[in-house]
């Protein structure tokens, strides 16, 4: 749309200059009067009463025009409005038309109409009325009505003007785009702010358009489009009204918008305006989740130099806040600011370097000002940061687009020792136009000819060479690249490219855990996606295909969870568990998207954080570069992972289960003495009995620091074995093993809890460990012959002798079945009948015979034999009772008994 750019015409039209009798020529006379007649007639019909400035309602005072575009009453009848004219330029035939239709109107009718007729159409105004005011901004607000636009497009722009009704460079601002649906038939508001202009501005212009598809979608086209066109389409537009509008700034005085404790959270507010007549603003900052933190009043300047309120905001906890300022006039809002900044925690280890585990890929349709960008990193902390060197939005020659500016963040980076990735995500604007017509992907092109491409590379890798450890081929995410079959022979030619302008070339390609990898690519480093179509649980099983490719390094890319359609809370704890567990299954670098939103506001680019961003810092803050350790057993359903530095331990943990206020569980933590949740907000934890402490545990992870770890060890290295049990008549002999893999000698008694109606001997025994030792004592296990298959728990309690005198409680898990015998039960109705069905599978090498029984409560018992099952077959038995609506919940148990042989299995389930 940069029709702006044209220069415009200076002498007035015809149909805008004042409305005169018509002369004698024209008419007779007696016409001439008549038409006259009525012209005045129709203007005094909608005269008012004059009127001063204190009869005028203080928020009307504000408008400076209201196009309704009704101008009989001042005597206008040609169908197009005073001072709007025709755009007349090659793409803007003049054939296209607009014209005032008074069959249509948002309030009432008329309202002003392009036909766009298959080709683009737009009308401007820059007339007298829309004079303007020096140091004040200007809100633009019109309705729009499409008719039939599918492939076209309606919009609405606003501009300053100069002394000679030129537009000012720099100055235009565009609406929404309407259309899409060629049965819409809704007007939709389009809004335009215009910030103050530049001292020659001295009226605001307007301009209506309604475009095809090749002015306003300047996307590449695929090979052989088609174009389409809207023929018999148009655009109403109507009620088009300009204010004037109070100045309002808001803003901190921290890049980025991030706090870091002890420093607290200062905004600036300013408000500004020559008449403050019934104004009133106020500030308003609530937490991310809607509470309210501060209310205040924010006073109205009048005089030309203005200073802003400060608000400091003491004691904040960590989080993410919203501050919206209003003004108000007459009871309306009428202008509203709004700015998102972070309050962080105190970093955990100040003086510690960056984490290299962690990453953050940085984009460069997204890109915010390297001072932002240099304040997010550093809170962050993160070892690693992938910068894109090549983009279809930028030129190449340098990072992000030959940005200098960036070149002072890069040396930053580097000072502090940040491993950094050049990223080839889409190819410069200028190898795209050189390619041809038609859009081709990264790797088509650089499949091609080399010295196609080589000139736009090589200034990049040569000067950058030093910077950048690795470059990668692909942006991540992209599931494409290492499945595209060109992927082997682009990362040959890159590579033969680079060696002679870098001393040890390292290539990156994007890979995902999702999809199978059957052989390595010739690269030192594969970023696997991991998004929400993996679970966490699952994440290690997923990375082991790549792990056994044998890349030099495995990294990670995070794919944040949409935020639509997804509850706050659940979303963050995905986005927490994702990070955590891959770290745990030992991922070199995991990289998460920028974590902060750029948009333009008043003041020019406004960078604010996201909540993500906090949960990042969090965990980036306390595992930095501890090392994976244990999964630790503390109670049935809860998730406990283990991160060990020399001697303490970080635990990460969380109750899939828990509701929203959380469970609370005994825990023995050894010296820790706090929690910490995603925020990084602590929380104290309270002394329960035996000197264990009470976690507080939500689907959320949290942290407890601070745990000593050969605790952590002992723990996690207790154990049953066999961890599986004989479902017998005869006694089973279990060993229970100890481990201290610390420096110090560790003693005490360990009791063991067995289910009811069990029997543990010896159920009380000593121990002792030296250093890095082990310790082993056998113990006898005796059930009931009806004993239920399945998971059982025995709990260890470790009280110990030698100091601290910790109490431990250890939940051992105990699987009981038959070893070479798979069992499985259904329950379901039918014909109002119960039916169970019970499979047995032979997993032996030789032929098994069973007894098989159902028992339901106040039925008859049923039998089936099961004779002489072959090995690797399976049998199903079914058994029936009637009237299953008596027996629904009620528990029913199907059971094996071997024919002479010792051994019983038993499966207990709910009836339906």
């Not at 109070?246 to 991030?258: D, E, Q």
Request: charged share 20%; glycine share 6%; with cysteine.
């Amino acid at each position: 749309m940069g029709v702006l750019n044209t220069p415009m015409k200076t002498r007035m039209s015809r149909r805008q200059q004042p409305i005169r009798p018509p002369g004698p020529r024209r008419q007779p006379r007696h016409t001439r009067l008549g038409v006259f007649a009525a012209l005045l007639a129709a203007t005094l019909a909608c005269k008012v009463p004059s009127s001063t400035a204190e009869d005028i309602p203080p928020h009307m005072r504000r408008v400076v025009h209201r196009f309704d575009f009704d101008e009989r009453p001042q005597g206008n009848f040609d169908p197009v409005p005073m001072h709007w004219e025709k755009v007349e330029r090659p793409d803007f035939p003049g054939f296209t038309v607009g014209e005032v239709d008074d069959a249509v109107g948002r309030e009432a009718s008329p309202a002003f109409r392009l036909a766009a007729d298959g080709r683009n159409v737009a009308y401007w105004y820059r007339g007298p009325a829309t004079t303007v005011r020096p140091n004040s901004e200007y809100l633009v607000i019109g309705w729009i009505r499409a008719d039939r636009l599918a492939s076209a497009r309606a919009t609405l722009c606003a501009y300053y003007l100069d002394r000679q009704g030129l537009p000012i460079a720099g100055t235009q601002v565009f609406g929404t785009l309407i259309g899409g649906d060629p049965a819409d038939t809704q007007w939709h508001r389009v809004r335009l702010h215009l910030p103050p202009g530049p001292r020659q501005t001295r009226t605001i212009g307007l301009t209506a358009w309604v475009v095809q598809p090749r002015i306003w979608d300047q996307t590449a086209r695929p090979y052989r489009h088609i174009e389409d066109h809207d023929i018999e389409a148009g655009a109403w537009f109507d009620d088009i009204t300009i204010y004037r509008m109070p100045s309002a700034v808001l803003s901190t005085p921290a890049p980025g918008n991030i706090f870091t404790a002890p420093h607290s959270p200062i905004l600036h507010a300013t408000v500004a305006d020559n008449d403050a007549t019934a104004l009133s603003s106020s500030l308003t900052i609530r937490s991310i989740d809607g509470s309210l933190v501060h209310q205040a009043d924010v006073p109205v300047q009048t005089q030309r130099t203005t200073r802003p309120a400060v608000f400091r905001l003491s004691d904040l906890p960590p989080g993410l806040y919203d501050a919206v300022l209003r003004i108000q006039t007459g009871g309306e809002t009428v202008v509203t600011r709004q700015l998102r900044f972070a309050q962080l925690a105190a970093a955990q280890n100040r003086n510690v370097g960056v984490a290299r585990p962690f990453g953050i890929t940085l984009h460069a349709d997204h890109r915010a000002g390297p001072q932002d960008e240099q304040a997010y990193l550093s809170a962050l902390a993160v070892g690693a940061v992938k910068i894109p060197v090549w983009s279809g939005a930028h030129s190449s020659g340098s990072p992000a687009g030959g940005a200098q500016l960036y070149d002072a963040l890069l040396h930053e980076l580097v000072k502090s020792r940040v491993t950094l990735t050049g990223v080839l995500e889409t190819p410069p604007a200028g190898l795209v136009q050189s390619a041809g017509k038609y859009a081709r992907s990264l790797l088509e092109i650089l499949a091609d000819d080399p010295e196609g491409w080589r000139p736009h590379l090589a200034p990049v890798a040569a000067a950058y060479a030093s910077v950048f450890r690795s470059w990668q081929i692909g942006s991540d995410g992209d599931r494409s690249v290492a499945l595209d079959p060109l992927a082997n022979k682009v990362l040959r030619q890159v590579r033969e490219q680079m060696t002679p302008l870098i001393t040890t070339v390292s290539l990156t390609i994007p890979g995902d855990v999702a999809l199978s990898a059957d052989e390595a690519l010739p690269a030192e480093e594969i970023t696997v996606l991991i998004n929400r179509d993996v679970h966490d649980d699952w994440i290690e099983d997923y990375l082991q295909p790549y792990r056994e490719l044998h890349y030099e390094r495995l990294s990670a890319h995070i794919e944040l969870p949409p935020t639509r359609g997804h509850a706050r809370l659940p979303r963050l704890a995905n986005l927490a568990k994702d990070i955590i567990r891959s770290r745990h299954a030992g991922i070199d670098t995991i990289y998460l998207p920028q974590l902060w939103h750029t948009r333009y506001a008043v003041t020019g680019r406004v960078t604010e954080p996201t909540e993500d961003l906090l949960v990042y810092r969090t965990i980036v803050d306390l595992l930095r570069d501890l090392l994976p350790g244990p999964v630790v057993e503390l109670e049935p359903g809860v998730v406990a992972l283990a991160f060990h530095d020399v001697d303490s331990t970080v635990l990460a943990l969380w109750d899939p289960a828990a509701p929203p206020e959380g469970n609370v569980y005994d825990f023995q933590v050894g010296a820790a003495r706090r929690q910490i949740d995603l925020w990084g907000r602590s929380t104290p934890l309270a002394n329960s009995d035996e000197g264990r402490r009470k976690v507080r545990l939500y689907q959320q992870p949290v942290f407890i620091d601070g745990m000593e770890r050969w605790l952590v060890e002992f723990a996690a290295g207790a154990r049953i074995t066999p961890d599986r049990s004989e479902l017998s008549l005869l006694p089973q002999t279990h060993l229970l093993e100890l481990n201290n893999t610390g420096d110090r000698l560790l003693a005490g008694r360990v009791t063991l809890q067995a289910p009811d109606n069990w029997e543990v001997r010896p159920s009380r025994f000593a121990f002792q460990l030296s250093p890095n030792s082990s310790f082993a004592q056998p113990i006898e296990l005796r059930y009931g012959h009806n004993e239920p298959a399945g998971p059982k728990q025995i709990v260890a309690q470790v009280d110990f002798e030698s100091e601290p005198r910790y109490h431990l409680e250890l939940p051992l898990i105990l699987e009981l079945g038959i070893e070479d015998v798979d069992v499985w039960a259904l329950a379901f109705i039918e014909g109002g009948r119960l039916v169970l069905r019970h499979g047995v599978t032979n997993r032996s090498a030789r032929p098994l015979s069973f007894r098989s029984f159902a028992t339901v409560p106040g039925r008859s018992r049923q039998f089936r034999v099961v004779p002489a099952l072959p090995p690797g077959e399976t049998l199903t038995s079914e058994y029936r009772f009637d009237t299953a609506n008596k027996l629904a919940g009620r528990m029913v148990r199907l059971g094996l008994r071997e024919v002479n042989g010792t051994r019983n299995h038993t499966i207990e389930l709910a009836a339906p």
